[in-house]
């Protein structure tokens, strides 16, 4: 029995009677996640479907040899046709792509490891226009007609599939498979096409008919395509990451919402330069020319529309790009942009039914990019925006620091500095985040006199403090983790700690942020604290129990706070119980000799605690290992393919 047959009868039985034995054998099956036609359905079946339901959509001629159908369907329609195809694996090969590419799979995805480059098959408007010309087949099917389908093979020839070329001396020209299918396609639509075929003929072919790419998508493409690469002129200047313009979409704007994202966005550490709300000409010039000219619904069920503003920031402390963000955003120079992008989108979306989420922001991925927003739609500004880059740069600049010890800087950076021929800490603040430090400047002068564990403030200026080094020493790890061990402080920093927080509430400050592993630095010398900037006036009379350090922050409260938001709401239980293993109360007023016993007790439960924890950990990892097994040894019947390969575990 053939695979597609076996996955015909095997499938439908294990879905409904073991369904996650089913999800396991189809992805040993199908490690890729290829799409096939449901293993009911044939090729009429699946065409008569599509028409019996009035989907928007049309045939493609296949590029790859191993997919037996491809089809362009309308965004608003995927949805409808998801009962039609499966990843398990059946007879006939499929793969569909959508009008804005929103989810991976219904994207083209560039050869070899490239899938963080996929892109959609063609820009939206485009693709639109291919399916509301089709026309219908000779097997009842819409299929593109002459000119489209001509039109349609030559940008994936030209834009995406690298394998229709081929050197040739100095030139690329078409493969001859290549060659021939350009030329019969042609030859249908009534084009004569100049022999040797070339990208760059066909390229200036297609943007005589609209069809050529914007920029940045070339700039994508190159990663993969030769010729383009070698095409693209190379970049006249180098810019410093750190300067993104943040297009904000027309839905957003019109709830009425640019106020929260531009606070989001200063929160997520972009200071913003200027905002300009887009005239008709502005937005139709940034809808055309960035982003693709994509901006349909992406992953979502929802469009936010095209850019109505944009808002030129600038991250002063632009971070590194680690391979997860690059899997997402293969061309960004600050991981940043992206954690502000999800930040407005969990805004927006907070408290919305899932189907009405949608993305209210797009942005630039580098400064390069952001550079050319601005010549492009904002030219007048250009020249004062480029002096305020350098202004900004050159006061938040730092003379001779020792070391970086900045950890996510949406606030300020962290160094360790000489002052006065000792060892400081200096902490320079972003503009708009000088209120924070106005708080740190405030809590240190007021308590540090009492508390020798609050570092003393040696110096200030516009947009700094420098404040006495405390030393290294270390954190206790995170507790969260349903596998850690009991391991609670010495009842000597325990106490220390009640004893400050005690001192901070009594003084008239609310230390919100302060748990036992976080903002305090142990050292053989004891504890000391750091990070001040979330610490809010309080009422001196309100009990230290009380205090949101340990009661937790309320939902309906305004202020600035962290972000953690669980801890937030539950800071004893999840921030300081796994350290003390005591109760608020007895943490906080309990002498030292009851501090002990209560410890003993609670200590003896929470190793067996975790032991419970322990033992149910290595069940599941039993059972899923039992599981993969058994997925196995029916991947293995099943699949001829496999049996070949490689043999049982």
Known sequence: MRQGEASKFLYP????????????????????????????????????????????????????????????????????????????????????????????????????????????????????????RAVVGANGAKVL???????????????????????????????????????????DAGVALELPITPGKLDHLLGEHGWRPTIDLLERAAHWMDWIREALPPAQEEHAPGLTVFFLRTRAVESGLAPKILECLRENGFDELTVVELDPQ?????????????????????????????????????????????????????????????????????????????????????????????????????????????????????????LDLTKHGRRAKVELVEFAGELAIRKTFRDSALDFMRREIEVMERLSPLCPEIPRLLDRGGNYIVMEYVGGGS????????????????????????????????????????????????GPDGLHLIDFEFWRPCDPATRPQDSMCLSGIPVDDSGKSPRARQRNLEPYRIGWYPYTLLSRTSFLYDPPWLQRAKRALNIILAYAGWASRSALGLARRGARRALNVAADAAAFVSAPSLRKSRALP
């Not at 009035?54 to 997919?67: D, G, N, R, T, Y």
């Not at 093979?153 to 834009?159: H, N």
């Not at 009594?506 to 592993?517: M, V």
């Open 13 to 132: 039985i294990l879905a409904g009677r073991a369904p996650r034995l089913a999800s396991s054998i189809q992805k040993k099956l199908n490690a890729q996640g290829s799409l096939y036609i449901a293993p009911r359905l044939s090729t009429d079946d699946f065409r008569a479907r599509l028409a019996e339901r009035k989907i928007s959509a049309v045939e493609l001629e296949p590029f790859q040899a191993e997919v037996e159908l491809e089809v362009l369907v309308c965004d608003d329609d995927l949805d409808r046709i998801g009962d039609l195809v499966s990843k398990w694996p059946g007879r006939h090969s499929i793969k569909l792509y959508s009008v804005s590419g929103g989810r991976r799979e219904h994207r083209f995805n560039p050869p070899g490891p490239r899938a963080h480059y996929a892109v959609s098959l063609f820009p939206p408007h485009l693709a639109e226009t291919l399916i509301g």
């Open 145 to 187: 007609n002459p000119c489209d389908a001509f039109l349609a093979a030559a940008y994936r020839a030209t834009y995406l599939e690298a394998g229709c070329w081929e050197r040739s001396g100095t030139e690329w020209v078409a493969t001859s498979l290549c060659d021939v299918e350009l030329l019969r396609l042609a030859g």
């Open 282 to 402: 502005q937005a139709e010039l940034a809808a055309r020319e960035f982003r693709g000219g994509n901006w349909g619904r992406g992953p979502f069920r929802v469009s936010g529309g095209p850019p109505a503003m944009i808002c030129v920031s600038l991250d002063l402390i632009p971070l590194p790009v680690d391979d997860r963000h690059r899997s997402t955003f293969p061309d960004c120079d600050n991981r940043r942009i992206a954690d502000a992008k999800y930040a407005t989108r969990d805004l927006v979306n907070e408290g919305v039914s899932r189907p009405e989420h949608y993305n209210p922001v797009h942005s630039t991925d580098n400064s390069l990019q952001a550079w050319r927003v601005i010549r492009a739609v904002i030219p007048k500004s250009e020249q004062a925006l480029h002096a305020k880059v350098e202004e900004r740069r050159r006061q938040f600049a730092t003379e001779t620091p020792l």
């Open 475 to 522: 954190s206790p790890p995170a507790k969260r983790l349903s596998g850690a061990r009991p391991a609670p402080l010495p009842l000597r920093h325990v106490r220390k700690l009640a004893e400050l927080i005690r001192t901070s509430v009594a003084n008239g400050f609310d230390p919100i942020d302060l748990r036992a592993d976080g903002n305090v630095i142990y």
